[in-house]
Antibody
């Protein structure tokens, strides 16, 4: 069973870059059975998918954030990271690291969000 | 983008009741749909994927159905711990999007 732990600053200044890391235990970030990604939730609002990446493979970002987002995998530390540049107050949210697991049968694969990190609140403020 | 619309937005029920939440996609998503439960101050928890497959460890009181554009989540024999907000989410293509949530209240 995967376990996840987000880490990173809880306060970021406007126009700066938000950086978060998700440490993975109970599994390997080099596994081909997972995409590694992030979802955020603004206070009192709904859920917004940020993006997902596979080790050594494809990366997918939400078009609404694509110009500012980078998600990367670090196999040496068994972790993956989120960078969001040029932040504004609208980026204030709880950020969750959420792997997508692939379940394939009969040529069809379901890449679903298997487990969620506990989440970390990032506030954008000067 | 595919839009996901849940109904109702909020729902009042009593312990022991059976409730159904509906999720509609703006276009055909086959069965690429998941359901989540979120309690206040906690991370969401995955209940169902592939529209009807129960995630490991999720009790059988939760069930999902549907295909194409219309889906339902049914919770039987409500217990106090089931009162939470429920979200649907599609993963048919990118971007992945969520419904706005259904708040289940006592």
């Amino acid at each position: 069973q995967l376990q996840l732990q987000e880490s990173g600053p809880g306060l970021v200044k406007p126009s700066e870059t938000l950086s978060l890391t998700c440490i993975v235990s109970g599994g390997s970030v080099s596994s081909k059975n997972y995409y590694w990604g992030w979802i955020r939730q603004s206070p009192g609002k709904g859920l917004e998918w940020i993006g997902s990446t596979a080790y050594g493979g494809s990366v997918y970002y939400n078009p609404s954030l694509k110009s500012r987002v980078t998600i990367s995998v670090d196999t040496s530390k068994n972790q993956f990271s989120l960078r969001l540049s040029s932040v504004t107050a609208a980026d204030t949210a709880v950020y969750y690291c959420v792997p997508r697991r692939g379940e394939c049968s009969g040529g069809t694969c379901h890449w679903y969000f298997e487990i969620w990190g506990r989440g970390t609140l990032v506030t954008v403020s000067s | 983008d595919i839009q996901m619309t849940q109904s109702p937005s909020s729902l009042s029920a009593s312990v022991g009741d059976r409730v159904t939440i509906t999720c509609r996609a703006s276009q055909d998503i086959r069965n690429y749909l998941a359901w989540f439960q979120q309690k206040p101050g906690k991370a969401p928890k995955t209940l169902i994927y592939a529209a009807s497959t129960l995630q490991s460890g999720v009790p059988s009181k939760f069930s999902g159905s549907g295909s194409g554009t219309d889906f339902t989540l049914t919770i039987s024999s409500l217990q106090p711990e089931d009162f939470a907000t429920y979200y649907c989410q599609h993963y048919r293509d990118y971007p992945i999007t969520f419904g706005q949530g259904t708040r289940l209240e006592i």
